[in-house]
């Protein structure tokens, strides 16, 4: 109680309203929720997540990516992870997921996992998703990072909030700003969180514009490059694959050069570096310079992400499996 009213108290003193209400989401979260009702729950993620990273390396980019995709809509709260019922129409079919959103069998095999190392249903889906993005990360060379943990589940999800809170690939950079600072992210999250791409690929159905027509922010032999693998539109091809940068399954700060080179894969991507010698350069050329401060920054942005509009305590729910909520199973 003490507590509460100490984070109520500091809140009070904060420049914005969302500042008062991340803080006191972070104050419902622990890194060890966990420890006393299921010890075995972190290193029962910890070992599937890396069995399915050494089974396919890119899985480690589809996992981090779906904490993302998560967080963006209605806050970290499993809804992506939903199929689709009679009374909603969830996010998986949303045009930034659909066709695009990957691993959620992995996910469903972490829950059984953790179900039976805990004896039980009492890690959330919402808390999977957190830790599996964490490992990923380090198992493809990042630095670890704290997870905070106690998130529940969601009982809904909804498509067009899919649709409308995502940033898309083809945002300027405005648009990108815009879209972090309604989720109380600042440019300097974009940025560093954007670092992300450093893993993975895209689709050429994404970038085809870009290598097509941008030819004023793209080096032109990347372009051509990209061009040799991706056909125009009436060339088919949509599900080819480029990787963001040159290191597609090392969490490193490729990703940052190649933007300062004019090989942004994606349109977001090289609006955060025009050359202009803006923030936005500023950032993408220091965290290009200093490896070691985008990691501490990534680990400290993943974590403020993760505290986006939680489920605590007896709100939500915690879900048996991840893809239904408990009444319909």
């Not at 809509?73 to 809804?79: E, I, K, L, R």
């Not at 290009?288 to 920054?297: T, Y």
């Amino acid at each position: 109680m003490a507590r509460s009213r100490k984070v109520l108290s500091s809140c009070l003193i904060q420049i914005t309203a969302f500042s008062c209400l991340f803080f006191m989401a972070i104050s419902q979260l622990s890194p060890d929720f966990y420890r006393d009702i299921c010890p075995q729950a972190l290193p029962t993620i910890r070992l599937v997540v890396y069995a399915a990273i050494f089974k396919e390396p890119r899985m480690g980019a589809s996992l981090l990516r779906l904490h993302f995709h998560d967080c963006f809509v209605n806050g970290c709260d499993a809804s992506v992870l939903l199929d689709d019922t009679q009374s909603f129409t969830g996010e998986k079919t949303a045009g930034p997921n659909n066709n695009s959103l990957r691993g959620f069998d992995v996910i469903d095999e972490i829950k059984a996992a953790v179900n039976l190392a805990c004896f039980g249903n009492v890690v959330s889906c919402a808390d999977i998703l957190a830790v599996a993005a964490r490992d990923s990360i380090v198992a493809l060379g990042g630095s670890p990072y704290e997870v905070l943990l106690g998130r529940r589940d969601a009982t809904t999800a909804s498509q067009a909030a899919a649709n409308n809170d995502l940033p898309a690939p083809f945002f300027d950079l405005p648009a990108l700003v815009s879209n972090f600072d309604s989720h109380g992210l600042s440019l300097q999250d974009l940025v560093v969180l954007s670092g992300a791409h450093t893993l993975g690929f895209a689709r050429c159905l994404i970038f085809r514009s870009r290598i097509y027509n941008e030819t004023s922010t793209i080096d032109p032999a990347f372009a051509r490059y990209l061009q040799a693998q991706c056909p125009p539109s009436n060339g088919g091809g949509d599900d080819i694959l480029a990787s963001f940068d040159d290191s597609p399954a090392r969490f490193d700060a490729d990703y940052f050069d190649a933007l300062r080179q004019s090989r942004g894969v994606l349109h977001s991507d090289q609006q955060l570096f025009s050359g202009d010698g803006g923030e936005a350069d500023s950032l993408v050329s220091y965290y290009s310079e200093k490896r070691e401060a985008f990691w501490e920054d990534f680990g400290a942005a993943m974590v403020k992400m993760g505290s986006l509009s939680l489920l605590t305590g007896g709100d939500g729910e915690i879900r048996e499996n991840c893809r239904y909520v408990n009444d319909a199973n």
